[in-house]
């Protein structure tokens, strides 16, 4: 049973437009959120993170929105770039346990 | 940011044939480190959580005696597929945590082929 899902595995996008990029997660343990980028044949690399206190975090383009209530995040991108292009996961964790548990990824197609 | 070190990159090896991988913590020590797994199209599952000094935490269906992890130190972990088969082929990575709570930096990870 998952526990983090990522119902789109793919998402095409303009550049210059907004990417969102969705999560939905069932446990109501997770208390912490962070979305990671991966090219292939290399490790994530993080982006950006929210705590469950929040309802929103921001840095630079990227912009994470938590919604407690139906256990849902969401990735925004703005502007997007071609070198935006890449697989997004999305990752939360609970209560101090530091191991994360991933979504099967977004895979996220810039175009110019 | 902090750095995560992991080699080999790529390994392709007999089936049979035991393997290690090295995980590094280069600028923080690293109490904690984590091996996952990630088979195509599919999520990282997490395999064990390494902890320094002491056995590894396996998760649900992964063979403690197939998958040895050794944490020696606060900057390194090993994991040694032990006796590979091809159904082991996968891409491993690890990861470290820093002082920063829930932020896990990852390695580069490591392509495991078995012929």
Redesign the interface.
């Known amino acids: 049973d ?1 526990q ?1 899902k990522q119902n789109s ?1 793919s998402l095409s996008v303009q550049e210059g437009r907004i990417s969102i990029l969705n999560c939905d997660y069932t446990n109501s343990m997770f208390d ?1 959120f ?1 979305w ?1 980028k991966k090219y292939p ?6 982006l950006i ?1 929210i705590s469950s206190i929040k309802d929103k975090n921001e840095d630079g383009r990227f912009t994470v929105f938590l919604n407690k209530s139906a256990k849902h995040l969401s990735l925004h991108i703005v502007p997007s770039q071609p070198g935006d292009s890449a697989v997004y ?1 999305c990752a939360a ?1 609970a209560l ?1 346990r ?8 977004t895979t996220l197609s810039v175009s110019s | ?1 902090a750095v ?1 070190s ?1 080699h080999p ?2 390994v392709i090896c007999k089936s049979g044939t035991s393997v290690k991988i090295e995980c590094r913590s280069l600028d923080f020590q690293a109490t ?1 480190m ?1 091996w ?1 797994r990630q088979f195509p ?6 395999m064990a ?1 390494s902890n320094e000094g002491s056995k590894a935490t396996y998760e649900q269906g992964v063979e403690k005696d197939k998958f040895l992890i050794n944490h020696a130190s606060l900057t390194l972990s090993t994991l040694t597929v032990t006796s590979a088969h091809p159904e082991d082929s996968s ?1 491993y ?1 690890c ?1 470290a ?1 820093s002082d920063r ?9 490591t ?1 495991l082929s078995v012929l």
């Open positions: 998952q983090v595995p912490y962070l990671y044949a290399e490790g994530p690399t993080f993170s996961f964790s101090g530091k191991a994360l548990i991933f979504g099967k990824g | 940011g995560v992991q990159s790529r904690t984590f996952y199209k599919q999520s990282l599952m997490l959580t891409f990575i990861s945590s709570e829930g932020q896990l930096f990852f390695g580069s990870g392509q």
